[in-house]
């Protein structure tokens, strides 16, 4: 029986999506892409038997971080203003050997930086965390897999416009 390939993460990198020469491919330990968690919504009938929470067309709001080894001046020279970045990823399939791209598009901005507690021996790095965040879309072999955007009211998954009838229905 065939088998879906395994999907191992080889390598990361974070920049700003509108300025070359902002790579932290040698620098960033980690990265968190956020969460997608729909909305949903309570229904607890009177005379029904149980609640029940219907998902909605909609998201919470994204916080997507990254944790940098070293201090990165160049985090302030943006910090609290909203910006595209790109948070890029190398997998390799296991199964054929060959490596798969992944790109989340975030547009958002810094607003958290959190040194770690350390000594002068050990310093290990700095922690950045996201807010306002209006546009996350997510490929995974050039395929989308996920595209939110706040202004353009649109969401979909796997190319399903999930919002489209809601536009609709508006008259938008």
């Not at 300025?19 to 919504?41: D, K, Q, Y």
């Not at 309570?42 to 990254?66: K, S």
């Not at 050039?142 to 202004?151: A, M, N, Q």
Request: charged share 25%; glycine share 10%.
């Amino acid at each position: 029986m065939a088998q879906k390939p395994l999907l191992l993460l080889t390598a990361v990198d974070v920049r700003r999506a509108t300025e070359t020469g902002t790579s932290m491919a040698t620098t960033i330990a980690s990265l968190t892409i956020p969460p997608i968690n729909f909305v949903t919504t309570p229904h607890n009938p009177g005379g029904g038997v149980m609640e029940v929470n219907f998902t909605q067309p909609r998201i919470e709001a994204l916080e997507p971080a990254f944790m940098a080894k070293g201090i990165d001046e160049d985090v302030f020279r943006g910090m609290g203003v909203k910006d595209t970045w790109t948070f890029a990823a190398a997998y390799r399939d296991t199964q054929s050997g060959r490596t798969v791209p992944a790109r989340g598009i975030i547009e958002g901005a810094i607003t958290g930086w959190e040194p770690d507690e350390s000594d002068p021996a050990e310093f290990k790095g700095c922690n950045h965390a996201f807010r306002e965040v209006t546009h996350f879309e997510f490929t995974l072999g050039g395929k989308e897999l996920i595209y939110f955007d706040f202004w353009e009211r649109i969401a979909r998954r796997a190319g399903s416009d999930l919002f489209a009838e809601t536009r609709q229905a508006l008259g938008a």
